[in-house]
């Protein structure tokens, strides 16, 4: 399928759009975080530091999703959550940039386990240790992503200015 400017500039506000909602997720993890350290100490707040997590990750996975669906579709239907990660990693020669490093992927596998673990914990509960292991962790995650993201960002928007200026 022959890409036009619209459709990079669309995938450069949808991108925009899903780094601000990763902005805004963190800043609610960062409020659960804040009740924590003031010691609240409830199931129900430990909940509510794992619902954040789980969330975020939401985020940065359907982020992944709009640029592997855009440039190169194909995912294993048995791993496709790792598959994706892995994707990211990857420059796709005359297709795309990577998005990130083999390292940064590493670092975001860990938010991509506690996820699936999250979605099943069940009766179980959430181990408070694990999640202030993780939870230490997001913020340089998240810090660490802005500039992936506007690298990434700027390559799409660049490829969009050079095919409308010769479209013109």
Not at 43 to 66: K, P, S, V
Not at 88 to 109: N, V
Request: proline residues 3%; glycine residues 6%; negative net charge.
């Amino acid at each position: 399928m022959k890409r036009e400017a619209e459709d990079y500039g669309r995938l450069v506000t949808e991108l925009e759009a899903g780094y601000l909602s990763i902005q805004e997720l963190f800043a609610k993890n960062r409020r659960a975080t804040e009740r924590i350290e003031a010691g609240a100490n409830d199931e129900l707040d430990w909940a509510a530091l794992g619902y954040t997590l789980h969330n975020i990750y939401c985020a940065f996975e359907n982020y992944f999703l709009r640029v592997a669906k855009f440039f190169e579709n194909g995912l294993d239907q048995r791993f496709w959550h790792k598959d994706l990660l892995d994707r990211m990693t990857l420059e796709i020669s005359g297709t795309r940039p990577r998005l990130f490093p083999r390292e940064y992927a590493r670092r975001m596998d860990e938010l991509m386990r506690f996820r699936h673990a999250f979605r099943n914990v069940y009766g179980d509960g959430l181990d408070p240790r694990r999640l202030r292991i993780l939870n230490g962790d997001l913020p340089s995650l998240v810090a660490d992503f802005g500039p992936f993201h506007a690298a990434f960002v700027a390559v799409v928007g660049a490829v969009a200015a050079e095919l409308e200026t010769a479209h013109d």
